[in-house]
């Protein structure tokens, strides 16, 4: 083959390393573009209960002074603003008690890409050829019994 030969073959290596690269980093955009969008809804759901729990507390709290200071007078009206202000406490509680579960329990953010990126460093690592690029490794083994 001479000199003319060894170059298209060097020639033809980057190619496919320049396209296994391009395939990997569009594969990645692809999963952190999946990823943001999880995590835009994540955080949407966590405002709105997190604003919900602070009115429904914040609303309760008012309802317990209302009862406290009109406990006094008639009496039915300090049972029935206790009454709405416990239900309020509750469930305004109960958000809070969902948004420090769910912090807990939650993923950190764009682990799924950052665990396969290093799963992609350890393979180039391992093989020089650049994510085990199957069609160059055939060519290799062809172009080594044509020699």
């Known amino acids: 083959m001479g000199l003319f030969g060894e170059a298209r073959s060097i020639v033809d290596d980057v190619k496919g390393l320049a396209s296994t690269g391009l395939r990997a980093v569009r594969t990645r955009l692809e999963l952190l573009v999946i990823e943001?969008?999880?995590?835009?809804?994540?955080i949407a759901r966590f405002v709105m209960v997190a604003v919900a729990a602070l009115y429904l507390v914040t609303f309760g709290l008012a309802l317990a002074i209302?009862?406290?200071v009109l406990w006094s007078s008639?009496?039915?009206?300090?049972?029935?603003?206790?009454?709405?202000a416990a239900a309020f406490l509750a469930i305004g509680g109960g958000g809070l008690a969902y948004i420090y579960l769910a912090s807990r329990k939650r993923r950190p953010a764009?682990?799924?890409t950052i665990a396969i990126l290093k799963g992609d460093e350890t393979a180039l690592r391992q093989d020089p050829r650049g994510a085990g690029d199957e069609a160059a490794l055939r060519q290799d083994l062809q172009g080594a019994g044509d020699d």
């Open 66 to 68: 209302c009862a406290l």
């Open 110 to 112: 764009l682990g799924e």
């Open 36 to 42: 943001l969008a999880e995590e835009k809804a994540w």
């Open 74 to 84: 008639e009496e039915n009206r300090p049972a029935i603003l206790a009454c709405f």
